[in-house]
């Protein structure tokens, strides 16, 4: 690790007393034969009322707890990005995904809008004791008869974890 990589970690740890935080590396590469290099470092804080992360320098609140169906919170409360409100779906429900069963799960709509010309969805599906398990993107331009122009869908799903 660079001496950079350990200032910015020591940043990051600053002011987090009392606090349960993690530092995550995450890791890209360019092809499944080529080594992973480190991309960027994040900071994820939980604390008695959310949680909390950093990722280029921007804080966002992606859970608030309690947690409880139907309840809306603004993820942008603590930056000065415009008011994005997520939305608990599902709360304490059982999942299973053919591989893995999770005992309980909270699910969060995180945006969603359908009209004439468009199709946006974004939800994440975590479960106790794991974390996230799901996502799901998808961003569609249509004509006015449905048909896709353009735009893309991601599902992202934990197959396995130790």
């Given at each position: 690790m660079s001496l950079q990589q350990r200032e910015y970690i020591a940043n990051l740890?600053?002011?987090?007393?009392?606090?349960?935080?993690?530092?995550?590396?995450?890791?890209?590469?360019?092809?499944d034969t080529l080594p992973w290099r480190i991309n960027r470092l994040t900071k994820r804080?939980?604390?008695?009322?959310?949680?909390e992360v950093l990722d280029n320098n921007l804080v966002t609140v992606p859970l608030v707890f309690p947690i409880a169906l139907r309840k809306r919170f603004n993820t942008n409360v603590l930056n000065i990005s415009a008011v994005k409100d997520y939305e608990y779906t599902a709360v304490n429900e059982p999942l299973s995904n053919g591989n893995l069963h999770y005992d309980s799960?909270?699910?969060?709509?995180?945006?969603?809008?359908?009209?004439?010309?468009?199709q946006i969805l974004e939800i994440e599906t975590h479960a106790t004791?794991?974390?996230l398990i799901f996502r799901q993107h998808k961003g569609l331009?249509?004509?006015f008869n449905g048909d896709i122009r353009s735009g893309f869908e991601s599902e992202?799903?934990?197959?396995s974890f130790n």
């Open positions: 740890e600053r002011g987090a007393a009392n606090q349960e935080t993690f530092i995550v590396e995450i890791y890209t590469r360019a092809a804080t939980l604390t008695d009322y959310r949680f799960t909270v699910s969060i709509l995180q945006y969603e809008e359908e009209n004439l010309i468009e004791g794991v974390g331009e249509t004509e992202m799903r934990l197959i």
